[in-house]
């Protein structure tokens, strides 16, 4: 991927001081309701004003990147403009476009609150046939996005994981690992169908989750190898998705090993520098 020319922290510099402030309360730490006084109350008496703690920000005002930076797990901690559309080039050496699912990508991160009252659109279903090609470090990247814009906690999980957490509900009668995933503020699945359980209630568990969190309009972004239509995966599932999640198709070339190429070459020409200048340096003495 190119480098991007914004600065890249474990965690984002936040230059608009607007940004850092819980979208909920609005850094206040605190919710405002007014609710219709009781009967008890005198006629025509005005509203109860009641004040409860932000279940966004947990009450932490305009401290939440920095107060959840610990708890923040992801595969890569970059932002989206660490992302480069234009990585992809074919077997005949041109360029595969990317840029029209890549700007899309970004309106969604960018105007998730409008498009979240707005459309049914809830979360981003990213895949391709090829592994290697970016479509983990994309989803993460989306993922961080949420985090630093919109206060938004990720929970990521690899499917493996996923199988694992499932067969606990099942086998011990544990709710509080299914209910982390249908409740999660993002709930991030990499590599989804990777694995030919051939159990179904393991399509029932899973089910379960994205239907509630269809319900609930929680946003979902998942990566897998396979498009929804593939006969492969169960169709109640793949409904669901189909209709809270814009799918992105990412070209079918890999790049992973070719940034490893470009990198090591990019290791070895700074190191050949250093020893160029060595040399002149002692040649000076």
């Given at each position: 991927?190119?480098k991007?020319?914004?600065?890249?922290t474990?965690l984002p510099?936040?230059s608009?001081?607007?940004?850092s402030k819980c979208?909920?309360?609005?850094?206040?730490?605190?919710?405002?309701k007014y609710y219709?006084?009781?009967s008890?109350y005198?006629?025509?008496c005005a509203p109860?004003l009641f004040?409860?703690?932000c279940?966004?920000?947990g009450?932490k005002?305009d401290s939440y990147v920095?107060?959840?930076?610990?708890r923040?797990?992801?595969?890569?901690?970059?932002g989206?403009?660490?992302?480069n559309?234009?990585?992809?080039i074919?077997a005949d050496?041109?360029?595969?476009s990317f840029?029209?699912e890549?700007?899309f990508?970004?309106?969604?991160v960018?105007?998730?609150?409008?498009i979240?009252?707005e459309?049914?659109?809830?979360g981003?279903?990213i895949?391709s046939k090829?592994?290697?090609?970016?479509?983990?470090?994309?989803?993460?990247?989306?993922c961080?996005?949420m985090f630093?814009?919109?206060?938004?906690?990720?929970?990521?999980?690899r499917?493996n994981?996923l199988?694992?957490?499932?067969k606990?509900?099942v086998?011990?009668s544990?709710?509080?690992?299914?209910e982390?995933?249908?409740?999660a503020?993002?709930?991030?699945?990499?590599?989804?169908w990777s694995r030919?359980?051939g159990?179904d209630?393991v399509d029932?568990?899973l089910f379960?989750?994205i239907?509630y969190?269809?319900t609930?309009?929680l946003?979902?972004?998942?990566?897998?190898n396979?498009?929804?239509?593939?006969?492969?995966i169960?169709k109640r599932?793949?409904?669901?998705?189909?209709?809270?999640?814009?799918?992105?198709?990412?070209?079918d070339?890999?790049i992973?090993?070719?940034?490893?190429?470009?990198n090591?070459?990019a290791l070895?020409?700074?190191?050949r520098?250093?020893?160029?200048?060595?040399n002149k340096d002692e040649?000076g003495e």
């Open positions: 991927m190119e991007s020319t914004e600065c890249m474990d510099i936040v608009d001081e607007g940004q979208p909920e309360c609005r850094g206040a730490g605190v919710l405002y219709k006084a009781p008890i005198p006629p025509n109860v004040t409860e703690t279940k966004r920000c009450g005002k920095a107060d959840n930076k610990n923040l797990k992801l595969p890569y901690y970059l989206l403009s660490a992302f559309p234009s990585a992809y074919g050496n041109k360029p595969i840029k029209n890549y700007t990508v970004k309106q969604f960018e105007n998730f609150e409008e979240e009252k459309t049914d659109i809830k981003i279903y895949y090829t592994g290697g090609n970016g479509k983990t470090f994309l989803a993460s990247c989306i961080f996005e630093n814009r919109h206060h938004l906690m990720p929970l990521y999980i499917e994981s199988l694992e957490e499932l606990k509900t086998s011990d544990q709710l509080s690992p299914r982390n995933l249908k409740r503020q993002i709930l991030f699945i990499d590599d989804l030919k359980t159990r209630w029932d568990e379960d989750i239907d969190r269809y609930q309009k946003p979902t972004i998942i990566t897998s396979v498009p929804l239509s593939s006969p492969e169960n599932i793949a409904s669901r998705l189909d209709e809270m999640c814009a799918p992105i198709r990412i070209p070339v890999e992973r090993d070719k940034k490893k190429v470009e090591r070459k070895l020409a700074k190191l520098e250093k020893d160029a200048e060595r040649e």
